[in-house]
Each structure stands twice: as C-alpha cells, then as structure tokens.
C-alpha cells in the first residue's frame, strides 16, 4: 500500500508588484493556515517517507512550516523544478521514479496541476484543490511505477476553511 498526500501550498501574498510568481511569500492567513494543517497532520500521525516541494517560495515555506510542526526530518525535502508551472506528464514521472522503499511520500506543490494529478489518479472529481488543502490518495500497489489514472482512492480530502464556523 502506498499513499501520496498531495498538499497545495498556503496561502500566499500579491501584495508586492516587485516580486514574480515564483517569490510570493505566504501571507497571514496562509501562515496561520499551514499550522492548522500541520497540527491536523500530527494529529493522526502522519509522517511522510520522502517530501517533494515545489521550490517557489510560498511551497518551500509551506513544506518547512509543516515539517517543523510533525517533528519530520528536514533531510527527506527534496526540492523538484518539475512541480512548478509543470504538467500531469512530469508529476507521474516523479512519481514513478519514486523509490518503493517509501510507502508515505508529500508532493507541495501548485494548482492548477495539482488538483489534475489527483483529480486523475483517484478518478474523482475535485474541482479544485484550496490553499493549504491535503488530499491522500491511497494505491494498492507495491511499486510507484504502477500508479496510472484512476488507480487510487482518496483517503480523505482536509482543508483550512472546513475548520471554521461561517
């Protein structure tokens, strides 16, 4: 059995017209956001084998902040160029190329792939995947490399705004 928890990234700031896409940083709301998910995580003992991020600032802040609230070893970060402004295509290779050691693997990462890999690996339609949300794909399977469309099952589908009363 393996799981992919696939967490989009908090939410982050367009304040600052100087800075591109890629060197938004998270704002308060995502700040507050990512320690809620965080606790959630720690909660139901999630700990993950291998964490893929996305290096864009707001997912890296996001993978650290996370990281540091479940007690996890920042040695298992491993940053991927292939999850920012990337395609289904490059996440499954990662995927694939995932050693079977791990069983428990994060991928951090953007819309609006993201939601497309999980909408295409469980076969659910998710419309969209919210800042700071956490969707686990569960695949029973022994190897990475047998994860193709519509071979897993969402586990459970957590987000920030689900915590809070209107």
């Given at each position: 059995?393996?799981?992919i928890y696939f967490i989009r990234h908090a939410k982050s700031s367009d304040k600052d017209d100087t800075l591109?896409?890629?060197s938004r940083p998270l704002n308060?709301?995502?700040k507050n956001d990512v320690t809620l998910m965080a606790k959630r995580l720690k909660m139901f003992d999630v700990m993950p084998d291998i964490i893929y991020t996305s290096p864009a600032k707001r997912a890296l802040k996001t993978t650290k902040e996370i990281v540091k609230e479940i007690d996890c070893d920042k040695k298992k970060i491993v940053l991927c160029e292939a999850l920012y402004?990337?395609?289904y295509?490059?996440?499954l290779?990662?995927?694939h190329q995932t050693d079977d050691e791990h069983n428990s693997v994060f991928i951090i990462a953007h819309n609006p792939t993201l939601t497309e890999v999980a909408e295409r690996l469980s076969g659910a339609i998710l419309s969209n995947i919210p800042t700071?949300?956490?969707v686990c794909i569960?695949?029973?399977i022994k190897s990475f490399k047998e994860i193709h469309e519509e071979s897993g099952h969402i586990l459970f589908f957590d987000y920030p705004k689900k915590h809070f009363k209107n």
């Open positions: 059995m393996k799981k591109d896409d890629f308060s709301r995502g402004e990337s395609d295509a490059s996440y290779e990662l995927i700071c949300a956490i569960t695949f029973d």
